[in-house]
Nanobody
């Protein structure tokens, strides 16, 4: 059973920073594509950033230049450094792993962590 444990959420003022962490267990994911998604109340879950097994990254337009995704294969962990946070970044953030090796997680098909709340006040 794949397990993903997120941590690092919290409440900050606009312009502040947070760093989310996700520790994976029950599988060795060094070659997997991993991603962070978020769910804003009333909206569908959306991809924020992804990082593949080779370290290549991709970001949603709404976080480009502000967020940075990274991974530490030795720690079986993936991180999301969030800078210049805005009130519209308020959401539950989820770490995600693919169901099929070789794929990237998708909003409709992934293993999910329990989520961590990020709240940004103006």
């Amino acid at each position: 059973q794949v397990r993903l444990d997120e941590s690092g959420g919290g409440s900050v003022q606009a312009g502040g920073s947070l760093r989310l962490s996700c520790a994976a267990s029950q599988f060795t994911y060094s070659s997997y594509c991993l991603a962070w998604f978020r769910r804003i109340p009333g909206k569908e879950r959306e991809e924020v950033a992804r990082i593949d097994g080779d370290g290549a990254t991709r970001y949603a337009d709404f976080v480009k230049g502000r967020f940075l995704i990274s991974r530490d294969n030795a720690q079986n962990s993936v991180y999301l450094q969030m800078n210049s946070l805005k009130p519209e970044d308020t959401a539950i953030y989820y770490c995600a792993a693919p169901v099929m090796m070789g794929d990237c997680p998708r909003a409709d098909s992934a293993y999910w962590g329990q989520g961590t709340q990020v709240s940004v006040s103006s």
